[in-house]
């Protein structure tokens, strides 16, 4: 169960990067670079929201028990 | 198609999304841990934490994202796009003289090519790790 939240916490923080990777490609006028970095935060925050909603639901059940 | 007039709302937006997800990941390695020493009432408020950050991270991503392509979902490219890829071509075959406004329409039309498999979902530039 703690896996869980580490996992989602380690997609998240890849998402973080590739944001700010794409910010930085938006400052430098590179759109098209900005957009394929853009794509790979969605992939990693869908992800991530998924192990999120995973792991709480066991975090609720374990904590009930 | 230059976006450079938008380019300080799509950095906020990255910028913000990438706030969140650094929330979201602090609330849940927080709540792992206080799953691993058995406090387990912290470990479910943290974990509930962490889910709402997460959402809204995610919330913030597609925001972001819908920022960086243009209204009929193609990626856009600006002026240092095509110079750049110009330049390269250029350079690529052997720096010939002359016919600087056939490099630049090559690179404008490879770009075009690129961002239309963009939106077919294939990747649209080599240099993506950067």
Redesign the interface.
């Known amino acids: 169960?703690?896996?869980g939240?580490?996992e989602?916490?380690?997609l998240?923080?890849r998402?973080?990067?590739a944001?700010?990777?794409?910010?930085e490609h938006?400052?430098?006028?590179?759109?098209?670079?900005?957009?394929?970095?853009?794509?790979?935060?969605?992939e990693y925050?869908?992800h991530?929201?998924k192990l999120?909603?995973e792991?709480?639901t066991k975090?609720?059940e374990?904590?009930s028990? | 198609m230059s976006t450079r007039y938008n380019n300080g709302s799509h950095y906020e937006n990255h910028q913000r999304a990438a706030e969140l997800h650094d929330m979201a990941a602090h609330a849940h390695r927080s709540a792992a841990e206080a799953h691993e020493k058995q406090d387990h009432q912290t470990g479910q408020e943290l974990s509930r934490q962490a889910l709402e950050h997460s959402r809204q991270a995610y919330e913030h991503t597609g925001q972001a994202r819908r920022g960086a392509v243009n209204e009929h979902g193609v990626a856009t490219f600006g002026h240092a796009d095509i110079a750049a890829l110009a330049y390269a071509q250029w350079q690529t075959r052997g720096c010939p003289a002359g016919s600087p406004e056939e490099d630049w329409f090559h690179a404008a039309h490879e770009l075009r090519a690129r961002a239309e498999g963009h939106e077919k979902g294939t990747p649209a530039r080599e240099d993506r790790d950067s």
């Not at chain 1, 944001?19 to 910010?23: D, E, N, P």
């Not at chain 1, 938006?26 to 969605?42: Q, V």
């Open positions: 169960m703690h896996e939240h580490r989602a916490a380690e998240h923080e998402a973080a990067h944001h700010r990777t794409a910010a938006n400052e430098k006028g590179n759109s098209t670079t900005a957009a394929w970095h853009a794509e790979r935060a969605l925050s869908d991530a929201y999120a909603q792991a709480h975090s609720g374990i904590g028990l």
